[in-house]
């Protein structure tokens, strides 16, 4: 075995049973980079000691998260971001590049409804709380 193999052998050691770099330590990792990116452009003392205390901040509580050995709670703060900003992002972007259909949501129950594109106007009737919503298809 050589050295950078036992070095391989020795990290994935040390990582079992931990976290390790998930989508929200991910995105955090970019956050600090694009933070520390920025500062290089920036003239200001006081918003340049800002932007670098805050990319700090990020990077210690990614390094933290990755090597955490409590996974239930970095596996609910990750599906927490993942619910909340991922998931969403996902739904707008595919409802945004569907053009055979319109989506309307009901301002009752929030239940999202799609009607064909190109009918015009048009009543829809929520299929959950039986509101009506006027729109143009």
Known sequence: MNFFQKIG????????GRNGVDQLGFVTLWAAIILDVV??????QVAYSILSAVAMVLTIWMVFRMFSKNLSKRRAENAAYMNKVVYPLRQALS??????????????????CR??????RIVITCPKCGAEIHGKS
């Open 9 to 16: 052998n020795s990290l994935a050691r040390f990582m079992y």
């Open 39 to 44: 500062n290089l452009f920036v003239r200001n």
């Open 95 to 112: 409802r945004s590049r569907d053009k055979e259909h319109k989506y309307f949501t009901c301002p009752n129950c929030r239940t999202v």
């Open 115 to 120: 009607v064909p594109r190109g009918k015009g």
